[in-house]
């Protein structure tokens, strides 16, 4: 399921949706990008992801599924490769948005979104031409924190689960992120498919081994 609204409705504040993603710099898995509407009662302690514990989020995720308006969307990395990450950032945030409108069955008032700029002109399918971004937003707008535990928590399940079908990778300590670790068993082991291949050292791993395949 990718999006929801609460069992208790909306109430009657305004329809501001916070938005963040989860998973631009590893060098495998997917992007994952969540977009939340916060009702009442609002879970208490909501912040940036990165700032939060591992127990922390836990604990805030189904309370945020449970009690706030939400949609998710997930780009896989083959469909990074081929728009590159930043495109792929603008789908999921686009996709997100979007099941979570189609979820609520009407227009939000603001749309708020982690960073310096928005899908609009860069995703053909993004219709919230006033949205705002916010710089820090995570930690600035519960909103967008919100979102960004969302989207964080369901990306390392993700891996987590992607980590038992390719153990070597370390992924269920570095959700696909260029540690030592990672990087050993990349050079060792090669990519898989949810590696990233348009990710410089994945790349390099591709043209290595086509180099030592035409040298034999």
Not at 131 to 153: H, N, Y
Not at 159 to 184: D, F
Request: charged share 20%; hydrophobic share 45%; proline share 7%.
């Amino acid at each position: 399921m990718f999006s929801a609204t609460p069992q208790n409705g909306l109430g009657a504040a305004p329809l501001v949706v916070g938005v963040d993603e989860a998973g631009r710099g590893p060098l495998a898995g997917p992007v994952v990008a969540a977009a939340v509407v916060l009702c009442k009662p609002c879970p208490g302690g909501l912040d940036d992801s990165k700032k939060l514990s591992a127990k922390r989020r836990g604990a805030l995720e189904p309370q945020i599924r449970a009690r706030c308006a939400w949609g998710l969307a997930v780009v896989e990395p083959a469909e990074i490769d081929r728009l590159n990450i930043f495109h792929a950032t603008m789908q999921a945030m686009t996709l997100a948005v979007t099941r979570l409108v189609d979820a609520l069955a009407c227009e939000p008032d603001a749309v708020l979104i982690d960073g310096n700029m928005t899908p609009h002109g860069r995703n053909p399918a993004w219709r919230w031409a006033q949205a705002r971004p916010i710089v820090g937003g995570d930690g600035k707008e519960r909103c967008i924190g919100a979102a960004s535990i969302l989207a964080k928590e369901y990306r390392d399940r993700l891996m987590r689960e992607a980590a038992r079908q390719h153990p070597h990778y370390g992924w269920e300590r570095n959700a696909g992120y260029g540690t030592a670790e990672h990087l050993e068993a990349l050079r060792t082991r090669g990519p898989t498919p949810l590696h990233r291949r348009s990710f410089a050292p994945v790349a390099q791993v591709d043209l290595f081994a086509e180099g030592a395949a035409s040298a034999a």
